[in-house]
């Protein structure tokens, strides 16, 4: 397969093989979230010259190397994922101190977006040594690029990542996104995404675009309503494989004493009231006098 890179190889070294890349420097690379072609030349080139890479999952990121013609031995690689990485980032710093270059990436995208790195980046730092990131690909931007996000509809937008796997506080964490007026981009896994799904059903009629396999042979991209979403993935049991990034998009412009209303009513639904007041208090930051009138009322409306 590495043959397939051969002309990438070449073409990295020529585009950045004259750059300068000081040693003791930790250099954050973005890689592939499934496309192996999505490398950057200087990705390549740098993959190549560093002393040692530290690395998620070390035979992934050997598998990696090799389909791309890059040559590093066992001992040239560091694992370094979330159940060791305090430990791990004193090594990197070690063969940092000696002058090495290094390299980290995770599995797939940019480290340290809702993969390991970042606690990595801040121990370099805190011992005053150089991190150089090396900007590529990531499932965030990606599905971003593809949802159709509007210029007149409200900037800007909110990575959330992967909500909890606990029932109780997704559905608090989805309670807040109905009143958060941006974009809001999750990620998930498939044995989970079927309880995502369910949760964010709760938000009705506002719009959600799913990727699903991004950039890989069998990508699929779409947008629903949230109280579709659960109807749209069991059409098709293949719906329910790969990774999956998310854009809940911009909550349709509406004042605020309806939003608040609405997100009041949304915990009425599962709460006994005092607590869906209190909860609802907590998210708005609106007086509990008022919104406790608010829920009387709409409990009185329901019940004639």
């Not at 896994?189 to 709760?202: D, F, G, Q, T, Y």
């Not at 509990?288 to 009322?297: G, M, P, S």
Request: hydrophobic share 45%.
């Amino acid at each position: 397969m590495s043959a397939l890179f051969t002309s990438a190889l070449a073409a990295s070294a020529e585009a950045a093989s004259g750059q300068h890349y000081p040693q003791g420097t930790l250099y954050v690379v973005a890689t592939p979230i499934g496309n192996l072609a999505d490398i950057s030349l200087r990705a390549l080139y740098l993959l190549g010259l560093v002393d040692t890479i530290a690395c998620e999952d070390t035979r992934h990121t050997q598998t990696m190397l090799r389909a791309y013609g890059i040559d590093k031995s066992g001992g040239q690689l560091i694992a370094l994922h979330q159940h060791n990485e305090a430990q791990a980032a004193q090594t990197v710093i070690d063969h940092l101190r000696l002058g090495q270059r290094v390299a980290y990436v995770s599995d797939a995208g940019t480290p340290g977006i809702s993969d390991p790195g970042a606690r990595l980046v801040a121990a370099v730092r805190a011992q005053n040594l150089r991190c150089m990131p090396l900007p590529g690909p990531s499932s965030v931007t990606t599905v971003l690029s593809a949802a159709g996000i509007a210029d007149d509809q409200p900037g800007g937008f909110v990575f959330a990542g992967f909500l909890s796997s606990k029932a109780a506080e997704r559905e608090r964490a989805v309670l807040a996104l109905a009143a958060e007026t941006r974009a809001v981009v999750l990620l998930e896994a498939p044995h989970r995404i079927e309880a995502l799904a369910l949760a964010l059903a709760s938000l009705g009629a506002r719009a959600v675009t799913i990727g699903r396999e991004l950039t890989k042979q069998f990508e699929e991209i779409a947008t629903v309503s949230a109280q579709d979403l659960p109807g749209w993935l069991a059409q098709d049991a293949n719906r329910l494989r790969g990774e999956f990034a998310l854009v809940v998009h911009p909550a349709p412009t509406e004042t605020a004493t309806t939003q608040d209303t609405r997100i009041l009513k949304l915990l009425l639904e599962q709460l006994p009231l005092k607590t869906a007041v209190k909860l609802a208090a907590d998210i708005t930051g609106e007086p509990r006098n008022t919104l406790y009138q608010t829920a009387l009322d709409l409990k009185s409306a329901s019940a004639d």
